[in-house]
């Protein structure tokens, strides 16, 4: 039999797993389990046999790697890629430039009313995507947005930001707007996290406000911007919300814009499930590849700065 003591000492070992049981088990339900069964998926495709008519006359067979080939060829998914590399190119550096600035503001001596300040920045996060697009979609039409009613009395031109170029930057303004106070307090708690000591000797030795930002804030906060810019590289790639809500907008906007709408208009709309499940892996090993890369020259370059 075993003594108290040591089902005492087994309890205790068992607790963590314990803990960790129910977060397992969600991990496994709706992460793990759909993950695995679009994989499968992705590998199966439905064959009609005669003219598709009877119970047996539709069944589930091996594809191979047939989705994934109809994938590399398709061009729609393909120029939905390039479009969402042109929405990043302007998103990502914009975001985390203004997240930035705004920390580096918040972090000043001089500031005023910072609590007020940093929840402003901050409340556009707050506001769930589609109602935040909906609301700039109305702003960005003509009929009922009051900025077109002011240009209209200044006689100044009257841009039509849902059409053609100015659609990159339309839907790059929402997501700036949205994401930069979330990288924002990212940020600004890195920043607070530097101690008082370094500002101070900085200042005997007769540093300015605008070289310490530059010389010991931003350096210092490089950890936390390689963190902001990891999440954004990840939000950029699974752009839907935005050109999904504008789409009634606009003509501009098809059911293919981005790699994500593409693969919720085959899945949905044309019911091949199959080939959805083959763009979405191949979505999230490129998503994968980029962050792998990304992090891992990250990580080279701070070794490297730590050698010399």
């Known amino acids: 039999m075993t003594s108290p003591a040591g089902r005492k000492s087994y309890g205790v070992k068992g607790a963590p797993y314990g803990f960790l049981l129910p977060a397992t088990i969600l991990f496994a339900l709706f992460f793990a389990l759909p993950i695995g069964y679009a994989v499968f998926l992705s590998f199966r495709k439905a064959h009609v046999s005669g003219l598709g ?17 109809e994938a590399f060829r398709d061009s729609e998914l393909l120029q939905g890629a390039l479009r969402v590399l042109g929405y990043g190119c302007i998103v990502v550096p914009v975001m985390l430039g203004l997240a930035l600035l705004f920390a580096l503001m918040l972090d000043s001596e001089k500031v005023r009313l910072a609590p007020f ?18 609301l700039w979609g109305f702003l960005y039409l003509p009929d009922v947005s009051p900025f077109y ?47 008082a000591e370094v500002y101070e000797a900085a200042k005997l030795d007769g540093a300015t406000p605008l070289q310490i930002a530059l010389k010991i804030k931003i350096p210092m906060v490089a950890p936390s911007l390689v963190l902001t810019f990891f999440f954004s590289i990840i939000a950029t790639l699974q752009v839907f919300n935005e050109p999904t809500t504008l789409k009634p907008l606009t003509n ?43 992090l891992r020259a990250a990580n080279r370059r701070n070794r490297q700065e730590e050698a010399r």
């Open 149 to 195: 009613y002011v240009l209209d009395r200044l006689h100044l031109p009257q841009p039509n930001l849902l059409d053609g170029g100015p659609l990159y930057l339309a839907l790059s303004n929402i997501a700036v707007w949205g994401g930069t106070g979330f990288n924002m307090i990212v940020i600004y708690t890195s920043l607070k996290s530097i101690p």
């Open 117 to 134: 300040t940093r929840l402003a920045i901050f409340l556009p996060y707050a506001i769930p995507g589609v109602v935040a697009a909906l």
């Open 252 to 294: 501009s906007v098809n059911t293919s814009w981005s790699p994500l709408m593409k693969v919720y208009q085959d899945a949905f709309h044309r019911n091949d499930i199959y080939s959805a499940a083959a763009e979405a892996v191949l979505i999230a090993l490129v998503t994968l590849l980029l962050s792998f890369g990304f």
């Open 53 to 69: 008519l009877g119970a047996n006359a539709r069944s589930e067979v091996w594809a191979g790697v047939q989705n994934y080939t």
